[in-house]
């Protein structure tokens, strides 16, 4: 499966973005999908994920309550929803997804993800 993903840009602290992640050659229903994130000189870490089957969602404790995300099957779309944005939240965002269905201990690991986007840079700034 190809990932694409879009939707990065520069917006002001507190404001929001949606990020999109489109599929290609595969569907989101049969993977386990997930974003990731790397900051300026550190690692990439891991964001949210959507388990495959019973649709739970997962979140870094950094965003919960701030970000949300979301699929669209009809689409074959990923989302990533993020509100109340802070610079600390500035990063390349990648979308990502497991040819798995992985538990709940395995989810945020990155090396348990087969396939993934390009990346699209958030930064948040004044």
């Known amino acids: 499966v190809q990932l694409q993903a879009s939707g990065g840009g520069l917006v002001q602290p507190g404001g929001s973005l949606r990020l999109s992640c489109a599929a290609s050659g595969g569907t989101f229903g049969s993977y386990t999908p997930a974003w990731f994130r790397q900051a300026p000189g550190k690692e990439r870490e891991f964001v949210a994920a959507i388990k495959r089957g019973n649709l739970d969602r997962y979140y870094a404790d950094s965003v919960k309550g701030r970000f949300t995300v979301s699929r669209d099957n009809a689409k074959n779309t990923l989302y990533l929803q993020m509100n109340s944005l802070k610079p600390q939240d500035t990063a390349v965002y990648y979308c990502?997804?497991?040819?798995?269905?992985?538990?709940?201990?395995?989810?945020?690991?990155?090396?348990?993800?087969?396939?993934w986007g390009q990346g699209t840079l958030v930064t948040v700034s004044s």
């Open positions: 990502a997804a497991s040819r798995l269905g992985l538990i709940t201990s395995e989810i945020r690991r990155q090396n348990n993800y087969h396939y």
